[in-house]
């Protein structure tokens, strides 16, 4: 079974621009989640969808973060404009609800560098 | 709000020798409790789990995690340490008891000496 897929792994970008991340959850898994995690830190929630529907965004940055999950599957989180604050590991993960215990499965993150 | 400590950024430990990683979480309502690890340039792998049931659980790669209540910890152990071991491994734990938002907390590096 493949896991949850993430592009770009890398990004350089200069501040003030935009950028955008892909993700693919596991197959069959309704619930998505983003989080960021800042160097030598644990991750962050930033927006969990329950298939089309985002139920918790409440620590996404909405002035320059958005995310999208059109048909309930793959997700795609953007940032614009981009500051230097904002260099960091994209991650996505996903769960299913099927499994009471809602166990979530992380894919390898996208690391953007802010210049 | 639910928060997780993880005692000591870094531990050293040699080869063979005993790993103990401590994690302890906020809340009066026992949540669901997770170790991942994380290799360099990597994402999250899922270490083991605690939900309901035995207090003590089982993972792989040898380790294994024991949640007490009482102090309301839930530290991870492995008997003897490999090299292949040396990564960052992250306690996390749900807000309530269904799942949903997972808290993490700081992150603690291994590291193992030949």
């Known amino acids: 079974e493949a896991g949850v897929v993430q592009s770009p792994r890398y990004k350089i970008i200069e501040k003030k621009q935009p950028v955008a991340f892909w993700c693919n959850p596991i197959?069959?898994?309704?619930?998505l989640y983003w989080y960021r995690q800042n160097l030598g830190q644990g991750p962050e929630l930033l927006i969990r969808?329950?298939?089309?529907?985002?139920?918790?965004d409440s620590q996404l940055p909405k002035d320059r973060f958005s995310a999208e999950r059109l048909k309930g599957v793959d997700s795609t989180l953007k940032i614009q404009p981009a500051e230097l604050g904002d260099s960091a590991v994209y991650l996505c993960?996903?769960?299913?609800?099927?499994?009471?215990?809602?166990?979530?499965?992380f894919g390898p993150g996208t690391r953007l560098t802010v210049l | 709000a639910q928060s997780v400590t993880q005692l000591g950024s870094h531990v050293s430990v040699s080869e063979g020798a005993l790993v103990l990683l401590r994690c302890n979480y906020s809340?009066?309502?026992?949540?669901?409790l997770f170790w991942y690890v994380q290799y360099p340039n990597q994402g999250l792998q899922l270490l083991l789990k605690?939900?309901?049931?035995?207090?003590l659980v089982k993972g792989i790669n040898g380790f294994e995690a024991e949640f007490k209540k009482s102090e309301t910890s839930f530290h991870l152990t492995k008997p003897s340490a490999h090299m292949s071991d040396a990564a960052e491994y992250f306690c996390?734990?749900?807000?309530?008891?269904?799942?949903?938002?997972?808290?993490f907390g700081q992150g603690t590096e291994l590291s193992v000496k030949p």
């Open positions: 197959s069959g898994h309704n619930t």
């Open positions: 969808y329950e298939n089309e529907e985002a139920v918790d």
């Open positions: 605690y939900t309901t049931g035995a207090t």
């Open positions: 996390a734990v749900t807000e309530g008891n269904q799942g949903g938002k997972l808290i």
């Open positions: 993960a996903s769960s299913s609800r099927s499994d009471s215990t809602d166990t979530q499965y």
């Open positions: 809340s009066s309502v026992p949540p669901y």
